[in-house]
Structures are given as C-alpha cells and as structure tokens.
C-alpha cells in the first residue's frame, strides 16, 4: 500500500503488482496544503489489486487528514472483498478515527482482479467527483459519473451553473450504501488513469486522451497530465494515478 501527496514537486511510486504499473503525480497548486491522497493494495488472498485516489473537502489539515484515512481503508478492503466494500470501509474508518464533521473527502476506487484471472473485472466504486478513465489504445472512456449538483441538474434536463460542477451530492462521510457509484469494466491491455478534479476539469477530455495515448510511461503521463492541468490554469489539488495494465493472453481487449 502507498499513500502519496505532495506540496510542490511529486514522489513517483511505481509499485509492480502482478505486472501492473501504477505511478502517481500530485501538486498543491494555489491551495495552501495539499489534501488528495493516493492508496494502492494487493490483498495476500484474493489476488486483486485495489487503486484509490482521494480528495480531501476544503482547504485544510482535516480535509487531508480525511483523504489520507478514506484512501488507506478504501484500498485495504477494496482488494479483499471489492470496489463497494471499500467505500463503506472507508465511510467506517473515517467517523471512527477523524469525527469532526468537517473532515471529509471524496474518492474513486478501481479494483484490479488477480493475475491469473486475465477475464475477470475491472470493478469501480466513487463518491463525489474525482474520476476513473480507460484508455484502450483507440477510445477513452469515463468509467464514472460526476456526483455533483450539475450533473443532477443535467440528468434532469435543467440549466446548471459552473459553480454547480464544484458541488458534490456524495461525499465518504454522508453517502448511502445505495448511492455509492458502481461500474464494472473488463479488465484490458491500455491505460487505467484515476485523477481528481483538479486534473480532468482543467483539461477537459481531448486533452487527457491525447495524454494517455503518449507511448511514455506511466510516471512519465502522470506527470505530463499534472502539470498540463496547473497550465491549463488549474488552481485546485491536481493528482493523478496511471497504471498501465498488462497483456493477459486470453483476456478480454476491449476499452
């Protein structure tokens, strides 16, 4: 596990989990701390390998101590027993150990199955507005959808206002079991990217595809995408997590 974020320059992780590569950048922008947290997982039993990006709510120590609590949970029960459980994990974890109501977090979950299981899943779960993407070397797609009032005012055919797209409706600390964003992926050669907002809203989707279909590597694009974001005139935490997912003969090779 790994939980990694930083004030200026990034520390790149790049842990090798059965073949898998994930690589993390963050930056702290104009925000007087950083408060994104990264996690990652193998459980010793299943096999799976759980990935975890995480952004704290406010600009202040609670808030990273939020994202920081959420991450590590998340990504210790996502890999035992799958992306779900590791929101819930993370919702316990936090009114345990951090009970001030104003420590909280958002955070995307991306679940990995084992090695030897090359047709099996690719599971996310999310709360709030950070974001998962699959690059299959020809299509980006976005796993999951925004939980913010924007999106719930375009799901109804209303106007929305930019303010809207900074309002999340789910949060680690407030969201219901049912509630929890759910998706299921197959589990494909290509690029997985996990970011917060702070990296996809500045850049927009062209931006980041053309990013991940560089042929560099993984630390190399989560960088590449952090910085663009902050040029972009990004002001808010930026992180990013590539993992770079390996051939599996017999799998499944779709986006």
């Known amino acids: 596990?790994?939980?990694g974020t930083t004030a200026s320059m990034p520390r790149i992780q790049t842990p090798r989990l059965g073949g898998t590569t994930g690589a993390s950048a963050s930056r702290r922008a104009s925000?007087?701390?950083?408060a994104d947290a990264v996690a990652i997982e193998t459980d010793a039993v299943t096999g799976a390998t759980a990935y975890v990006v995480a952004d704290g709510v406010g600009d202040h120590l609670l808030g990273a101590r939020a994202a920081r609590t959420v991450a590590a949970a998340a990504a210790r029960s996502a890999a035992a027993d799958g992306a779900r459980a590791g929101i819930l994990a993370a919702q316990e974890e936090l009114l345990r150990?951090?009970?001030?109501?104003?420590?909280?977090?958002?955070?995307?979950?991306?679940?990995?199955?084992?090695a030897d299981q090359p047709d099996g899943p690719c599971e996310v779960?999310?709360?709030g507005d950070c974001r998962?993407?699959?690059w299959n070397g020809r299509v980006l797609h976005q796993i999951t959808t925004d939980h913010t009032v924007a999106e719930l005012y375009r799901t109804r055919g209303l106007a929305s206002t930019p303010r809207m797209d900074h309002l999340v409706t789910t949060s680690a600390r407030t969201v219901r079991p049912d509630a929890i964003g759910y998706a299921a992926t197959g589990s494909s050669t290509g690029r997985l990217l996990l970011s917060t907002d702070g990296v996809h809203k500045p850049l927009g989707i062209a931006a980041v595809k053309a990013i991940l279909a560089q042929?560099?590597?993984a630390p190399t694009i989560a960088n590449t995408l952090v910085d663009a974001a902050l040029l972009a005139g990004g002001r808010d935490n930026a992180t990013a997590l590539v993992v770079d997912l390996p051939f599996r003969p017999g799998?499944?090779?779709?986006g």
């Open 1 to 3: 596990m790994f939980t």
């Open 31 to 34: 925000r007087s701390i950083n």
């Open 97 to 114: 150990e951090v009970p001030e109501p104003s420590a909280d977090s958002v955070l995307v979950v991306a679940v990995l199955p084992a």
């Open 125 to 127: 779960a999310w709360v």
């Open 132 to 134: 998962a993407y699959r």
């Open 215 to 217: 042929g560099d590597a």
């Open 251 to 254: 799998g499944t090779h779709g």
